[in-house]
């Protein structure tokens, strides 16, 4: 019942950005804390940024902070992951996902992914 899109991502050179976004079906938007995860080929899944249901809390991770921001619009439905500064080692796909409660840094608390969105970062 909870649908998960992301959008935004492409193919992008270094130094460069891209906001990628991820849409919420149905009425629990705003119930949900919100993360972003990224998986490089032949990695695993990875923790990006997370954000708390009201926007007020947020999580970077060390490797992207200082050029990645994490946002959300709950009258939209929908949560933004700002890429500025981008780098080769960013290439991956980037899934959203949701939970119930606080903020994680764990792929296994959240209940909700969407079918990610490929950012490509090339020199």
């Known amino acids: 019942q909870v649908q998960l899109v992301e959008s935004g991502g492409g193919l992008v050179q270094v130094g460069g950005s891209l906001r990628l976004s991820c849409a919420v079906s149905?009425?629990?938007?705003?119930?949900?804390?919100m993360g972003w995860f990224r998986q490089a080929a032949g990695k695993e899944r990875e923790f990006v940024a997370a954000?708390?249901?009201?926007?007020?809390?947020?999580n970077l991770s060390d490797s992207v902070k200082g050029r990645f921001t994490i946002s959300r619009d709950n009258t939209k439905n929908t949560v933004y992951l700002r890429m500025n500064s981008l780098k080769p080692e960013d290439t991956a796909v980037y899934y959203c996902?949701?939970?119930?409660?606080?903020?994680?840094?764990?792929?296994?608390?959240?209940?909700?992914w969407g079918q990610g969105t490929q950012v490509t970062v090339s020199s």
């Open positions: 996902a949701a939970k119930w409660g606080t903020t994680a840094m764990l792929p296994d608390e959240y209940e909700h």
């Open positions: 149905g009425r629990i938007f705003s119930t949900t804390a």
């Open positions: 954000i708390s249901r009201s926007g007020m809390i947020t």
